[in-house]
């Protein structure tokens, strides 16, 4: 399974746009890259999903090169309410459907 | 769409007690899924049915964790006896589809 990385806090203010990387150097050709989101106390949330160069969405735009080794999830002028921790996950068809969560990256907004 | 149900939301026991855990997951996702998470550390993956079928166990602690899904639709997480180490949240989610997967709110377990 592809391991991930990717920074363990990040600090932003409100309207600000707020972009996490993740790393993903041993990528296989049939994984895809998914991004969750979690706040406190509930279940992670599915943001967003792509394979290859930019997906966008009501939420946010995921950005990954050609070599596939990163992406960046972009959240676009962000608010309070979107501090919470977000992870970046690469899906290995050929594990039946395993997804492995890291320790993903939480995101404080400060007013 | 109602999401994932997921019971009780809470439960406090002593070690080496036993206690469960239910998921319903939404209405025609074949595939469910039970996480641990430990406070502070991303979900860990102990279970996955697609169905009623088993498709992945590898990280389930089998002496003292059980899952089951009958009928392939709800499903049940024990744990028996339990230790402290167990203390976490118990997430249930389900997917229609490889790789989206919809969580519910959860059950917090504290081991005393």
């Known amino acids: 399974l592809a391991k991930t990385t990717q920074p363990i806090s990040m600090d932003s203010y409100e309207g600000q746009e707020v972009n996490i990387t993740c790393s993903h150097n041993?990528?296989?050709?049939?994984?895809?890259i998914t991004w969750y989101q979690q706040f406190p106390s509930q279940g992670p949330r599915f943001i967003i999903q792509?394979?290859?160069t930019k997906v966008t969405n009501e939420v946010a735009s995921l950005f990954i090169p050609a070599d596939r080794k990163s992406s960046t999830l972009s959240l676009p002028r962000v608010s309070l309410s979107d501090t919470a921790v977000y992870y970046c996950l690469v899906g290995d068809k050929n594990a039946g459907n395993m997804l492995t969560f890291g320790g993903g990256t939480r995101l404080m907004v400060k007013p | 769409e109602a999401g994932v149900a997921q019971s009780p939301r809470y439960k406090i026991i002593e070690k080496r007690q036993s206690v469960a855990f239910w998921c319903n997951p939404i209405?025609?996702?074949?595939?469910l899924y039970w996480y641990q998470q430990i406070l502070g550390q991303g979900p860990k993956l102990l279970i996955q049915?697609?169905?009623?079928?088993?498709?992945?166990d590898s990280q389930l602690p089998k002496d003292r964790f059980s899952a089951e899904r009958l009928k392939g639709v709800d499903s049940t997480l024990k744990i028996q006896p339990a230790k402290l180490e167990d203390s976490a949240v118990y997430l249930c989610?389900?997917?229609?589809?490889?790789?989206?997967?919809?969580f519910g709110p959860g059950t917090r377990l504290t081991v005393l």
């Open positions: 049915f697609q169905n009623n079928g088993v498709v992945d």
């Open positions: 792509g394979y290859k």
């Open positions: 041993n990528i296989a050709t049939n994984d895809y």
């Open positions: 209405s025609g996702h074949a595939t």
């Open positions: 989610a389900s997917s229609p589809q490889w790789n989206e997967q919809f």
